[in-house]
């Protein structure tokens, strides 16, 4: 984002980011056991937000790691063995109900599901000697929350670290199990740049009644 603040505390329409991420999953489901992860050098900083917002979804908070799969890895030690466990970003704020419940309702029945949307722009691939054209149909852009049972993860991350874990799907793929892709939410950004976070206040903005 360029600024000092982390993207997840930037205030989305009067609250942070990170809040109105947890806001989303607990209007889905406020039986959800949620756990944050965060650099440890951020979790004062959390802390003092949930005061400043009076902040009251209750919550755990685990030490985030050197990379994706070490944080989440962190978070699984504060889940209850045996959960259906979803993975999200915590800057995709935009995140659909629809998308969350279909997501845990083909986990449940299949094992994991991953929320997915096709490009609507031309897709071209980078080659040795220049690129060359990819058809759309062919691609999908992955999103969150990534929901697994709880097995495939407790198996998956036994696995040694490598760069080629891009997210929990690589991990869970690389020990064995197949992917089930689902229909995102083509809303559902995991916001990078100040031109994200302006589409998020207008989209809040214009669809949705957060909390005060």
Known sequence: MGGKIPKQFIELVKRPVLMRTIDK???YDSKLEIVVVLPLD???IWEKACMEYNFKIVHKVAIGGESRYHSVKSGLFAVTPGSLTAIHDVVRPLV???TIKTCFKIAEEKGNAVPAIQP????RALTGTGNRVIQREDVQLIQTPQVFIWEQLENAYEQD???EFTDDASVV????FRINL?????ENIKITTPTDMKFAELYFSAYSSPPA
């Open 182 to 186: 689902v229909e995102g939410n083509r």
């Open 161 to 163: 670290f490598t760069t």
């Open 25 to 27: 999953f607990y209007e």
């Open 96 to 98: 659909s109900i629809d």
């Open 42 to 44: 951020l979790i004062r």
């Open 173 to 176: 793929e690389t020990y064995g």
């Open 120 to 123: 609507v722009e031309s897709v």
